[in-house]
């Protein structure tokens, strides 16, 4: 096993060639699946097909409207807190090798988002009645 290790460390460009060829070969396939698909495809324009899909209910004002910050705030906020979920299960699967070091790590990372929800509660990122 060493040996193939070391074998692998020389990195020359003719170690890298398998990897091209399945990259050619995928950007390939890729290319002529849409050309063929693109021709072999039926090609019948109507008006109906033409026209611009909508849902039956009539359109009124525009699409532009400012939405709220709190909206995109609370979006964010969720994303953080779900990885830091997610950064807990590398940990409660090796709790028992990373022993204390390890249990101390994860009390300093958790106190730095407690840390930092306090700071957001306080700011009020999370009231809506504004």
């Known amino acids: 096993m060493i040996y193939l290790l070391q074998a692998q460390a020389t990195g020359t460009s003719s170690d890298y060639l398998p990897?091209?060829?399945q990259v050619a070969f995928a950007i390939g396939l890729i290319v002529l699946l849409v050309i063929v698909s693109h021709l072999l495809g039926p090609k019948r324009k109507t008006t109906d097909k033409l026209q611009s899909f909508?849902?039956?209910i009539a359109s009124h004002g525009d699409a532009r409207q400012p939405v709220a910050i709190k909206y995109f705030l609370t979006a964010?906020?969720?994303v953080?807190?779900?990885v830091e979920v997610i950064f807990f299960y590398p940990y409660a699967v090796n709790f028992k090798e990373l022993g204390w070091p390890g249990f101390w790590a994860v009390i300093m990372f958790v106190g730095f988002f407690v840390c930092g929800f306090i700071y957001i509660v306080k700011k009020g990122a999370l009231n809506w009645e504004d």
């Open 19 to 21: 990897v091209a060829l």
């Open 54 to 56: 909508t849902s039956g």
């Open 76 to 78: 964010i906020l969720f």
């Open 80 to 82: 953080l807190f779900d």
